[in-house]
């Protein structure tokens, strides 16, 4: 299994620009996520997907948009590109169960992104 | 409002002392908590679960509802065990919150 992959690992982009950002799995979980993480902030959810054709907005999703056709993929979008979306994003995935039951959430290695 | 809370942003023992990450949280109801890492250049994982009661890496946490805290504790600090460490809670829904993260530096 690759667990959680996540293209490109790092991108610049210009002010104004748009990319998807892409995150795969093939552990076959129901839940995804997309994450930002901020120095000193802990990471912040973006949005969520409880399944495929199923997405909601998390913490912060202004600037951002998702889509879940599939159970494998969870591409984020930005549109227009700011300085304030300089981070570094994390995708995650899980497979929700009951409480009490194995909730862990699978991480991708990031990719970091630079608006400039 | 489910909230945690890490206070310190910066943690710096010496090899062998030991070592407490603090985290507290706020949620009515039982809390499902955990510890992720993230090693250097590393994604984050799972250090371990409060419902697992486990030791991983000679690490323990143990939930304490009255104080609601869910300290990260090991007695005898490694120099690979520098990373950064997140909290977190699982709130309804799935999502996971996140404390803001404490840097251990274990120095030699």
């Known amino acids: 299994n690759a667990g959680v992959t996540q293209t490109p690992k790092f991108r610049i982009l210009k002010i104004g620009q748009s990319m998807t950002l892409q995150c795969a799995q093939d552990?076959?979980?129901?839940?995804m996520y997309w994450y930002r993480q901020d120095p000193g902030m802990g990471l912040k959810l973006i949005y969520y997907s409880v399944g495929a054709g199923i997405t909601d907005k998390g913490e912060v999703p202004n600037g951002y948009n998702v889509s879940r056709s599939t159970t494998e993929d969870f591409p984020l979008r930005l549109e227009l590109a700011a300085p304030s979306q300089t981070s570094v994003y994390f995708c995650?995935?899980?497979?929700?169960?009951?409480?009490?039951?194995?909730?862990?959430?699978?991480f991708g290695p990031g990719t970091r992104l630079t608006v400039l | 409002a489910q909230r945690v809370t890490q206070p310190e942003k910066l943690l710096s023992v010496f090899k062998g002392a030991p070592v407490e990450l603090k985290c507290n949280y706020s949620?009515?109801?039982?809390?499902?908590l955990f510890w992720y890492v993230q090693y250097s250049r590393q994604r984050l994982q799972l250090l371990l679960r409060?419902?697992s009661r486990e030791s991983i890496k000679g690490f323990t946490a143990d939930l304490n509802k009255g104080e609601t805290s869910f300290h990260l504790k090991k007695p005898f600090a490694q120099e690979e065990d520098s990373a950064m460490y997140y909290c977190?809670?699982?709130?309804?829904?799935?999502?996971?919150?996140f404390g803001q993260g404490t840097e251990l530096s274990v120095k030699p």
């Open positions: 977190a809670l699982l709130s309804p829904g799935g999502k996971l919150i």
């Open positions: 552990m076959n979980h129901n839940y």
């Open positions: 995650a995935s899980s497979y929700l169960g009951l409480a009490g039951t194995n909730n862990e959430q699978f």
């Open positions: 949620y009515s109801g039982s809390p499902e």
């Open positions: 409060h419902i």
